[in-house]
């Protein structure tokens, strides 16, 4: 594949680095998930898929393009508005990835919404959603473990909280409770972890993580933290840290990181598959219940919050 301007790898379709994704392909408002699996089990909620679709296969009436790094995209209507599904693996590289190059090919103002599972650290059980207003950051302290480390040094960093959007949160959370019921539904603030295994609190007998206090700091530092996963935070950061339109060099510069004008508004819900406190794990019978649920709760919050202006969509529905 050829690519031009190294500063942003687009090839000669206009098609990005990455996602693989070209500007008339994507909606405006899109749902993203790790497992390339899910995006198929919630493509079967968008219009006019025949019931008859295999179950592992995107519905033939619905535009899709797999990349070649393993981003999973389609695009079709949901009770008649343009929405995208986009499956990106796991970890804030790849959120990273699919943020940004999604926003370089869509005009207008965008909402995306991440539909994950996570570990619950509170009484939230297996099978239940959370929905976080807010999300940190927990990063292993490479130095901490290196041969000439300070005293004073901590072996996990955790970093302030950034607020997902407060009406499509408020949203997430009426809708999750029509589909599944308030008592299954919880509030309250993630933890993005930049591994699955040290810096979420899970002990390895053959690595040295210095991570048995993890939960008690975190709790500590944030009395309302109730899941751990491992891509909302970039998503929250990314979405408070987007510019209102895009800015030429000069503007770039003067950009205040405070400002509130986004082009992004970013939410983000979570199925509890690890219960991690009681060290449950959830059935594939809840997984196969509650995955169309929660996915119709989500498409429902895309759609009912207002966009002001999009683009328009051109997919080619079914290539
Ligand atoms: C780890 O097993 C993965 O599951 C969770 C974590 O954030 C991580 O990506 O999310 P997904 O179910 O969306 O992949």
Known sequence: MSMSNANFPMDPEGRTY?????????????????????????????????PATPAKTVPTNLFSHASHRGFLTVTGRYKGTPVSIVAIGMGVS??????????????????????GSCGSLSDAKVGDICVPSSSYLVQRNYDYFADDASSTASPYILSKKF???PEVTAMLVKNMSAQLGDNHVWKGVNATADSFYSSQGRQ?????????????????????????????FLLYH????????????????????????????????MMVFAQRKSNEFISKEDVVRVEPLAGKAVF??????????????????GS
């Open 163 to 165: 607020d997902a959007d």
């Open 238 to 269: 990314l979405a408070r840290t987007s510019t209102a339109a895009p800015l030429k060099q000069e503007s770039r510069l003067k950009q205040e990181a405070t400002s509130n004008q986004h082009s992004i508004r970013a939410g983000a819900c």
């Open 94 to 115: 790849m959120m990273d990835f699919f943020v940004r190059e999604c926003r370089a090919v869509v005009d207008g103002p965008m909402i995306m919404i991440r539909l």
């Open 18 to 50: 990455h996602v693989g994704i070209k500007r008339g392909e994507l909606a405006n408002r899109i749902i993203t998930v790790g497992d390339p699996a899910r995006a198929i089990v919630l493509s079967r909620s968008l219009d006019g898929v025949d």
């Open 300 to 317: 429902d919050s895309l759609v009912e919050v207002s966009l002001g202006e999009e683009s328009e969509l051109h997919a080619t529905e």
């Open 204 to 232: 390895d007998e053959n690595f040295i993580d210095n991570n048995q206090e993890l939960f008690t700091e975190l709790v500590k530092h944030e009395p309302g933290t109730l899941t751990l996963e491992m891509e909302t």
